[in-house]
């Protein structure tokens, strides 16, 4: 992983998220659908490259007993989130093109890591409370990917 590419996961808000890169520019942004209902009914969030049109839309099916989150292009799913067990400290990334992922996300560390189907590696570093430092290998950080892990940064923040 010594090629690879870094990624600053900021959490600006609420809930949104930024997705910078080592020189601090925002490359792609994870925030809330401004036509979703705040109450009840159906919670999405878009992910889009900075300045262009959204990419993906990211869904939550179920919340408990663990998590799924469904990641939708053009209304059909290109990939989802599961959590495999009720601590949230383990997600499988599972998408239409390309590997799935195990993301591991231990309660008391600051490092985390994400294991593909084909022996890809993530390496994801906690910096503060709501910045997390990624390093994909080389050719791995796919947008489907990086939003997934958005998500589950975002959501592992605000205890979703």
């Known amino acids: 992983m010594t090629q690879g590419n870094d990624y600053w996961f900021v959490m600006s808000g609420r809930q949104s998220a930024e997705i910078k890169d080592t020189a601090g520019t925002t490359l792609y942004s994870l925030y809330r659908s401004p036509e979703a209902d705040t109450g009840r009914g159906p919670q999405e969030w878009v992910f889009s490259r900075a300045g262009k049109r959204p990419l993906f839309g990211v869904q939550r099916l179920r919340r408990f007993p663990c998590l799924h989150y469904s990641i939708t292009q053009d209304g059909r799913e290109v990939g989802s989130v599961l959590g495999l067990n009720l601590m949230r400290t383990r997600y499988y990334l599972k998408f239409s093109r390309g590997p799935g992922w195990v993301l ?57």
């Not at 008391?108 to 570093?125: E, K, M, N, P, T």
């Open 104 to 160: 591991f996300t231990p309660m008391y560390s600051v490092l985390f890591y994400a294991i593909s189907d084909d022996a890809g590696a993530v390496a994801v570093r906690t910096k503060r409370q709501n910045t997390w430092g990624v390093r994909f290998g080389p050719d791995l950080d796919a947008p489907e990917l990086i939003a997934a892990l958005a998500f589950v940064f975002l959501g592992r923040l605000r205890s979703w």
